[in-house]
């Protein structure tokens, strides 16, 4: 099985760079003042398509990563072949190929 991966980040807030208000008058903008974002591990294998992901709400690090490739290793039987960017996480000594 060759699969490829990468991950994603969705985040849930704004920032504002510009706006408009009369002259004299200070605009404001009401926010909730929370951050909140969504991340996602991804793999897609190149012959067949499947997809394996997984949703992650802390940071990307080589802990989060290998607690997901262990996910798919029980999904599988098949020998992989893993291509992946360089990220930090990814060849981190704290990285053990499970």
């Given at each position: 099985m060759i699969l490829f991966g990468d991950e994603?980040?969705?985040?849930?807030?704004?920032?504002?760079?510009y706006t408009w208000a009369r002259?004299?008058?200070?605009?404001?903008?009401?926010?909730?003042g929370l951050r909140k974002g969504y991340k996602i591990f991804g793999l897609i294998d190149y012959l067949s398509g499947a997809f394996f992901y997984?949703?992650?709400?802390?940071?990307?690090?080589a802990e989060s990563y290998q607690a997901f490739l262990t996910e798919v290793l029980?999904?599988?039987?098949?020998?992989l072949i893993l291509i992946q960017?360089?990220?930090?996480?990814?060849?981190?000594?704290?990285?053990?190929i499970p």
């Open positions: 994603a980040s969705f985040a849930q807030w704004g920032s504002l760079s002259k004299g008058q200070q605009p404001t903008v009401k926010t909730s997984k949703g992650h709400t802390g940071k990307f690090n029980t999904q599988t039987q098949q020998h960017d360089g990220a930090r996480y990814h060849t981190s000594i704290y990285f053990v």
